[in-house]
């Protein structure tokens, strides 16, 4: 690592030497379909990986884009493989959750989970999170702490963005939710 991008690291506002510590989380997997084996690693990725997870996670997933200036992207890494990812982003009146996916070999493994724990642990303390569920995964955000709102709770560039991306929510089958800072997991 280079002592720019050390500096970069540090001089970030979500960047202290104590959140450096606690953004790394550790488990053993067993193989994968796919051959490929070593630890799971759950972390937030740095600004230069964030092309890796267009690539090599999102491709399968709407093809997402991320955004440096207001995304921090949390990954998951098995022996140096990028096999998910979650993302939160900052808009001007509220903080978004999406791009929380986990390529299909590596599901049933707790990855999400382990995804959403740290993305909430270091986004959801202080701020608000909104997000557009699947209607088929309201029961895991709400394990989270997060409820059903209406269309018009969102804030308002949250619902732009997402129907100027995707459409009208009813076609969608989707559902907004909200999580207070703070709230509890269930």
């Given at each position: 690592?280079?002592?720019?991008t050390?500096?970069?690291?540090?001089?970030?506002?979500?960047?202290?030497?104590?959140?450096?510590?606690?953004?790394?989380?550790?488990?053993?997997?067993?193989?994968?379909?796919?051959?490929?084996?070593?630890r799971?690693?759950?972390?937030?990725?740095?600004?230069?990986?964030?092309?890796?997870?267009?690539?090599?996670?999102?491709?399968?997933?709407?093809?997402?884009?991320?955004?440096?200036?207001?995304?921090?992207?949390?990954?998951?890494?098995?022996g140096?493989?990028?096999?998910?990812?979650?993302?939160?982003?900052?808009?001007?009146d509220?903080?978004?959750?999406?791009?929380?996916?986990?390529?299909?070999?590596?599901?049933?493994?707790?990855?999400?989970?382990?995804?959403?724990?740290?993305?909430?642990?270091e986004?959801?303390?202080?701020?608000?999170?909104?997000?557009?569920s699947?209607?088929?995964?309201?029961?895991?955000?709400?394990?989270?702490?997060f409820?059903?709102?209406?269309?018009?709770?969102?804030?308002?560039?949250?619902?732009?963005?997402?129907?100027?991306?995707?459409?009208?929510?009813e076609?969608?089958?989707?559902?907004?939710?909200?999580?207070?800072?703070?709230?509890?997991?269930?």
């Amino acid at each position: 690592m280079s002592l720019l991008t050390l500096q970069s690291i540090v001089a970030g506002d979500s960047w202290t030497i104590e959140g450096l510590k606690k953004r790394f989380l550790q488990t053993h997997v067993a193989q994968a379909s796919t051959g490929i084996e070593g630890r799971l690693e759950i972390r937030e990725l740095f600004p230069h990986e964030f092309l890796r997870v267009e690539n090599e996670v999102w491709s399968h997933y709407h093809d997402q884009k991320a955004h440096p200036g207001s995304d921090r992207i949390f990954g998951a890494l098995i022996g140096g493989y990028l096999v998910g990812a979650a993302r939160c982003s900052k808009h001007p009146d509220g903080y978004d959750v999406d791009g929380v996916f986990v390529l299909s070999e590596y599901r049933g493994r707790g990855i999400a989970r382990k995804l959403m724990d740290l993305l909430i642990r270091e986004c959801g303390e202080q701020e608000t999170l909104y997000m557009h569920s699947r209607t088929e995964l309201i029961d895991f955000y709400a394990s989270f702490g997060f409820c059903l709102i209406s269309e018009r709770e969102l804030p308002k560039t949250i619902r732009d963005r997402f129907i100027f991306h995707s459409g009208e929510l009813e076609t969608l089958e989707v559902t907004p939710m909200k999580r207070e800072p703070g709230r509890a997991r269930v």
